[in-house]
Protein backbone atom coordinates (compact mmCIF):
# COMPACT_ATOMS: atom_id res chain seq x y z
CA UNK A 1 0.00 0.00 0.00
CA UNK A 2 0.90 3.82 -0.68
CA UNK A 3 1.70 5.54 2.75
CA UNK A 4 2.94 8.94 3.15
CA UNK A 5 3.73 9.89 6.92
CA UNK A 6 4.60 13.71 7.99
CA UNK A 7 6.54 15.20 10.81
CA UNK A 8 8.70 18.18 11.88
CA UNK A 9 5.63 20.42 13.22
CA UNK A 10 5.53 21.46 16.53
CA UNK A 11 5.13 24.98 17.94
CA UNK A 12 7.33 27.80 17.19
CA UNK A 13 7.26 31.85 18.11
CA UNK A 14 6.76 34.14 15.22
CA UNK A 15 9.92 34.94 12.89
CA UNK A 16 11.05 31.53 13.77
CA UNK A 17 11.47 28.35 10.97
CA UNK A 18 10.49 24.53 11.06
CA UNK A 19 11.45 22.23 7.86
CA UNK A 20 8.71 19.54 7.54
CA UNK A 21 9.36 15.95 6.36
CA UNK A 22 7.13 13.17 4.29
CA UNK A 23 8.55 10.01 3.99
CA UNK A 24 6.85 8.11 0.80
CA UNK A 25 6.39 4.15 0.39
CA UNK A 26 5.75 4.22 -3.10
CA UNK A 27 7.71 3.31 -5.52
CA UNK A 28 6.46 5.75 -7.93
CA UNK A 29 7.72 8.77 -5.69
CA UNK A 30 10.60 9.96 -8.20
CA UNK A 31 8.60 10.56 -10.90
CA UNK A 32 5.34 12.03 -9.30
CA UNK A 33 4.32 15.36 -7.92
CA UNK A 34 4.61 16.53 -4.48
CA UNK A 35 2.61 18.85 -2.75
CA UNK A 36 1.90 20.06 0.42
CA UNK A 37 -1.12 21.55 1.83
CA UNK A 38 -2.71 23.22 5.00
CA UNK A 39 -5.67 23.58 6.76
CA UNK A 40 -6.56 26.02 9.26
CA UNK A 41 -9.57 26.41 11.58
CA UNK A 42 -12.51 27.38 9.83
CA UNK A 43 -11.00 27.18 6.13
CA UNK A 44 -10.38 25.19 3.47
CA UNK A 45 -7.56 23.10 2.59
CA UNK A 46 -5.72 24.94 0.63
CA UNK A 47 -2.32 24.71 -1.79
CA UNK A 48 0.94 25.35 0.04
CA UNK A 49 3.41 24.31 -2.52
CA UNK A 50 3.92 21.73 -5.15
CA UNK A 51 7.02 20.31 -6.94
CA UNK A 52 6.96 17.97 -9.74
CA UNK A 53 9.69 15.60 -11.49
CA UNK A 54 11.92 18.11 -13.24
CA UNK A 55 12.27 19.80 -10.26
CA UNK A 56 9.34 23.24 -10.88
CA UNK A 57 7.78 24.49 -8.17
CA UNK A 58 4.48 26.42 -7.61
CA UNK A 59 3.89 28.47 -4.29
CA UNK A 60 1.15 30.23 -2.95
CA UNK A 61 1.37 33.64 -3.17
CA UNK A 62 1.14 33.68 0.64
CA UNK A 63 4.30 31.96 1.39
CA UNK A 64 6.15 32.97 -1.55
CA UNK A 65 10.27 33.68 -0.28
CA UNK A 66 9.20 32.31 3.05
CA UNK A 67 8.99 28.85 2.22
CA UNK A 68 10.30 25.95 -0.05
CA UNK A 69 9.74 22.54 -1.24
CA UNK A 70 12.43 19.56 -1.86
CA UNK A 71 12.47 16.32 -2.51
CA UNK A 72 15.08 13.28 -2.24
CA UNK A 73 14.40 10.72 -4.80
CA UNK A 74 16.55 8.39 -3.18
CA UNK A 75 14.89 8.61 0.44
CA UNK A 76 11.64 9.08 -0.65
CA UNK A 77 10.98 11.85 1.06
CA UNK A 78 9.79 15.53 0.31
CA UNK A 79 10.49 18.22 2.70
CA UNK A 80 9.23 21.76 3.26
CA UNK A 81 11.41 24.45 4.66
CA UNK A 82 9.39 27.03 6.65
CA UNK A 83 11.27 30.11 7.37
CA UNK A 84 9.84 33.65 9.13
CA UNK A 85 6.82 31.93 10.26
CA UNK A 86 4.01 34.26 11.04
CA UNK A 87 0.66 33.36 13.08
CA UNK A 88 -1.23 32.96 10.10
CA UNK A 89 0.60 30.01 8.86
CA UNK A 90 -0.54 28.14 11.90
CA UNK A 91 -2.52 25.28 10.87
CA UNK A 92 -2.38 21.07 10.19
CA UNK A 93 -0.08 20.73 7.26
CA UNK A 94 -0.43 17.33 4.93
CA UNK A 95 1.70 16.22 2.13
CA UNK A 96 0.29 14.38 -0.95
CA UNK A 97 1.76 12.69 -4.08
CA UNK A 98 0.30 12.29 -7.13
CA UNK A 99 1.47 9.67 -9.52
CA UNK A 100 1.99 10.32 -13.26
CA UNK A 101 -0.82 9.87 -15.68
CA UNK A 102 -3.39 8.09 -12.75
CA UNK A 103 -5.87 9.85 -11.32
CA UNK A 104 -4.80 9.20 -8.02
CA UNK A 105 -3.75 11.70 -4.86
CA UNK A 106 -2.46 9.75 -1.94
CA UNK A 107 -2.53 11.80 1.56
CA UNK A 108 -0.43 11.78 4.82
CA UNK A 109 -2.69 12.25 8.16
CA UNK A 110 -0.67 15.87 8.48
CA UNK A 111 1.48 17.13 11.37
CA UNK A 112 0.18 20.21 13.39
CA UNK A 113 2.21 23.66 13.16
CA UNK A 114 1.44 26.10 15.87
CA UNK A 115 2.93 29.80 15.16
CA UNK A 116 2.88 31.96 18.65
CA UNK A 117 2.98 35.57 18.23
Known amino acids: QVRLVESGGGLVQAGGSLRLSCVAS????????IGWYRQAPGKQRELVATIISSGNTNYADSVKGRFTISRDNVKNTMYLQMNSLEPEDTAVYYCNLRPVGIPLVYWGQGTQVTVSS
Open 26 to 33: ASFFSTGT
